[in-house]
């Protein structure tokens, strides 16, 4: 890409298309905003291909530049990035009679009780496969700053998801 081969980049954005909006969902769920974000990211990184020195997986550069879009575009229309835990409709997990698809909603529905953070690295960890440090490194943040709220996301899910599949607090604290 750096030389200005565009199968290159058509190779990248075939690669990294998906996983970006799939990505910036967590940060905003407006479709035109997440292509827009997804453009600028791909025009960034072609323009900033011979910047690209190795020192990191492609996965983690094209996902920090991603992140930094992303919220650039937020910051420039006055947006924040998506509350799912305000917007919350009450809506339970899909009764659809595929497992993985209920089970996929079901965690959908407990991730909207995050904050965006929180959202963004558990996604970025256990949905795109990246290390701590590379989140880091993504979201320009210390490993500490990661850790917690990987820490704290793993307890507001760990307290939610059985609410969500319908284990009432009462249930859960016999069970202790």
């Known amino acids: 890409m750096a030389a200005g081969d565009r199968a290159a980049l058509e190779t990248l954005y075939r690669a990294y298309h998906g996983v970006l909006c799939r990505f910036l969902s967590r940060l905003t769920r407006r479709a035109d905003l997440i292509e827009e ?20 997986r492609v996965s983690t550069w094209i996902m920090g530049i991603a992140y930094r879009c992303g919220l650039k575009a937020l910051r420039q229309r006055g947006d924040e990035p998506v509350d799912d835990y305000a917007l919350h409709e009450g809506r339970g997990p899909s009764h659809d009679p595929d497992e993985d698809r209920e089970l996929r909603d079901w965690l959908g529905e407990g991730l909207k ?19 701590l440090e590379e ?5 320009q943040a210390p490993v500490g700053t990661v850790k917690a709220r990987l820490f704290h996301a793993r307890i507001k899910l ?5 609410t969500l599949a319908g284990d009432p607090p009462a249930q859960r604290e016999n069970r202790s």
Not at 37 to 56: E, L, P, T, V
Not at 135 to 139: D, E, F, L, N, R
């Open 113 to 131: 009780h995050l904050s965006a953070d929180q959202r963004i690295v558990v996604e970025l960890v256990y949905g795109v496969g990246n290390s």
């Open 37 to 56: 974000i997804a453009n600028d990211c791909f025009w960034i990184a072609w323009r900033k291909a011979g910047s690209f020195h190795g020192d990191s």
């Open 135 to 139: 989140v880091a490194a993504i979201m």
């Open 158 to 162: 760990r307290n939610v998801l059985p």
